[in-house]
């Protein structure tokens, strides 16, 4: 059997793909900082990045999943936030890459995380993975610095995968749970003019396009983690409004008022991103949903 260890594997996703991965018959263990959790389930190894502290206790894992990263619009950007966004995500993989090396570990795979932040606000044109970043902008910032960490597990593994995952849509959590609170009670908002690109992707078929890339031929693979379907944020947000509740009227919020509450955080909403999937599309992986309305039924 195959084994998995995951960082940051407590997150929405980390949990999503946890229970996927067990499905397809994978051993996955969990690195956490909780040392109680480690005593309590055995799915959880200890580990802390700050104090170079990484607990295996034998576990040899085939493929490591690096999803570790303080939450991007969890507060608002000040000096220390935007250091603990950046730290949280270049140190830790740097700290994980080094540990392996001490180990003589060689893994068969090394999937990092990015983001679709890396490309900036692409406006209406189509953007692949051969684009350059926006790097005047602090997400194109710590996506490039991120990237950068993780090509070092080159050194590790044979298989070294970098997805720049786009909006990623569950229940719960996430854009979503910010999107439909109003939608319920009869208001549906769209931000800004509403023009702007969203590229998103089911928490459902992004936990599959990982399985899919230890499949992959050896190498240093970049992939969009993209559905096939890109709406503006308006019709992102009729579509929303269309499976919760029809009745709903349509309200934008307007752009002066989210850079007010926001400020250089707005960006994250009013940044448009038109993202091609083709690159991992023909490298075998197919969508389960490629279309909106059909994911969004799904989730609700």
């Not at 068969?108 to 890396?118: N, P």
Request: glycine share 8%; with cysteine; charged share 20%.
């Amino acid at each position: 059997m195959s084994k998995i260890l995951i960082a940051g594997g407590s997150g929405s996703i980390g949990k999503a793909f946890s229970k996927i991965a067990r499905e397809n018959n994978y051993e996955v263990k969990i690195l956490t900082r909780q040392k109680k959790l480690c005593t309590a389930d055995s799915s959880y190894l200890y580990w802390s990045p700050i104090n170079g502290e990484l607990e295996l206790n034998g576990y040899q894992p085939n493929h490591v999943v690096n999803l570790s990263g303080a939450g991007i619009a969890d507060e608002k950007w000040t000096k220390n936030r935007k250091k603990l966004i950046i730290d949280s995500r270049v140190k830790t993989t740097k700290f994980l890459i080094t540990q392996f090396k001490k180990l003589g570990y060689q893994l068969d795979s090394f999937i990092s995380a990015s983001a679709i932040g890396y490309y900036g606000d692409t406006g209406d044109n189509l953007v692949d993975e051969t684009s350059d970043p926006i790097t005047d902008e602090f997400i194109s910032e710590v996506c490039v610095l991120w990237e950068q960490a993780a090509a070092e597990a080159t050194s590790i593994c044979s298989n070294l995968t970098i997805l720049r995952i786009s909006t990623v849509l569950f229940r719960g959590g996430g854009a979503l749970s910010k999107m439909d609170k109003t939608i319920p009670f009869g208001m549906a908002n769209y931000l800004g003019n509403g023009k702007q690109y969203l590229s998103w992707i089911h928490i459902e078929d992004l936990c599959h396009m990982i399985l899919h890339t230890f499949t992959l031929p050896e190498g240093h693979h970049i992939f969009n983690a993209v559905a096939d379907e890109t709406p503006t944020n308006f019709n992102f947000t009729k579509t929303l409004r269309d499976v919760i509740n029809p009745k709903a009227l349509l309200m934008p919020a307007p752009s002066f008022s989210l850079k007010l509450i926001l400020g250089e955080m707005s960006k994250i909403v009013l940044n448009s991103s038109l993202i091609s999937n083709e690159k991992i599309k023909q490298n075998g992986f197919s969508f389960k949903y490629p279309n909106l309305k059909e994911a969004l039924k799904n989730l609700y």
